[in-house]
Nanobody, 127 residues
């Protein structure tokens, strides 16, 4: 299984970006997929997660208002739409996947629960 993130870049404060996580080697519908981020000097934190089969989602408090996670099972891809970006959103964003299990949503911000990780994509928010 491979995960490849894309869509990062430089954006001004208040701008928007949509990150993509393309999954190969297994079908998204069998996975739970999370987005994490790591800012310089900080620990990696969970941002949002989604259940591949039904689209159920959960958001960290920092992401509830301006971020939307979605998935396209036909494309085996998970998206993270980020609006009204702030300098504090600047980080390397990672997607991660695990085979879905019943309590996945409750655990979805726990990094050890994930088996597969992408390489990350940089998001820079600066004027």
């Amino acid at each position: 299984v491979q995960l490849v993130e894309s869509g990062g870049g430089l954006v001004q404060p208040g701008g928007s970006l949509t990150l993509s996580c393309a999954i190969s080697g297994w079908r998204l519908q069998y996975f739970g997929v999370g987005w994490f981020r790591q800012a310089p000097g900080k620990e990696r934190e969970g941002v949002a997660c989604v259940v591949g089969s039904d689209g159920s989602a959960r958001y960290a408090d920092s992401a509830k208002v301006n971020f939307t996670i979605s998935r396209d099972n036909a494309k085996n891809t998970v998206y993270l739409q980020m609006n009204s970006l702030k300098p504090e959103d600047m980080a390397v964003y990672y997607c991660a996947a695990t085979n879905y299990y019943r309590n996945y949503i409750a655990h979805c911000f726990m990094e050890p629960k994930y088996d597969y990780w992408g390489q990350g994509t940089q998001v820079t928010v600066s004027s």
